[in-house]
């Protein structure tokens, strides 16, 4: 099955062993995934100063993948969120829709209705079959045990995402223990990562992922997992910067789900960019049984 991969701004720039971890145990289960040319951001962050603004960039977005006769998969929640947000309102808006036709004209694009926008992990889920994605286990973690953090954009608005209860969510602990690891509970599991908040509040940011580190560490986990890559970089990348602000250690390597099932599928740690990440994963590679 072939989708148009859709990967926004942040993994290109920063979050490249995303990008690859997740084609390469995407493309073991026969899930193709194929370039969108001339895609640009998702227009997530232009909601908040014009929201037409964001609905025509959307929707540019959507008419390649129209163009392309399919579907998208995204990587990203928050281009999750603005895509399948855009795409759903301009489906049941005729005015709306009349409006974006209008501006997207004079680029020669017209929307129309033709795609539907799926979160990767939704794909596995749905397209696939859990059973599936159980076969291409080929090794086992036992003993593990995984902190999932879900973000905020893959379960909220839930009337709009329909990805996982808000609340309780399961989807993404269960494919984790697909790999002979334990998807631990800790305290605030659906709490936000703080990224959004560095660039307003600097120091509140920090501690929003402070305290999400501190409920990791006491709950004794080996590694956390992540479906988000700006949860990543806030975890992964910004660990040291929080180490050193607030005088602790915390040393929690931090996956990215694919980069975790690609391990326990068989690929090696080039194939996953494990060597990319920031903080050292070594210690999740010693509970791997072959």
Known sequence: MNFALFLGCAIPYNEGNYELSARNVLGTLGVDLECMPGAACCGHEIEQVNRDSYVVWAARNLCIAEEMGLDIAVL???CFLTLKTVNDLLKRDA????????????IGMKFKSKVEVRYWVQIMLDEVGIDRVRKTISRDLPGARFAVHYGCH???????????????PRNIDD???????????????????????????????LEIAKSKLDNVSNARIDAMITACPICHMMFDSNQPWIETTFKTQYGIPVLHLSQLL????????KELGLDKNTVDTAPVLEFLRA
Do not use: Q, W
Not at 188 to 200: A, V
Not at 262 to 269: D, R, T
């Open 76 to 78: 990203c929640p928050s």
């Open 95 to 106: 005015g709306k829709r009349e409006m974006v036709n209008g501006i997207l004209e004079d």
């Open 154 to 168: 893959l379960l909220r608005p839930s009337h709009i995402l329909n990805f996982d209860d808000p609340i309780r």
């Open 175 to 205: 494919l984790v223990e697909l790999t002979g690891g334990e998807s631990i509970d800790y305290v605030d599991k659906t709490m936000c990562c703080g990224m959004p908040t560095l660039s307003t509040d600097m120091k509140l940011g």
């Open 262 to 269: 690609g391990l326990a599928s068989g690929f090696g740690n």
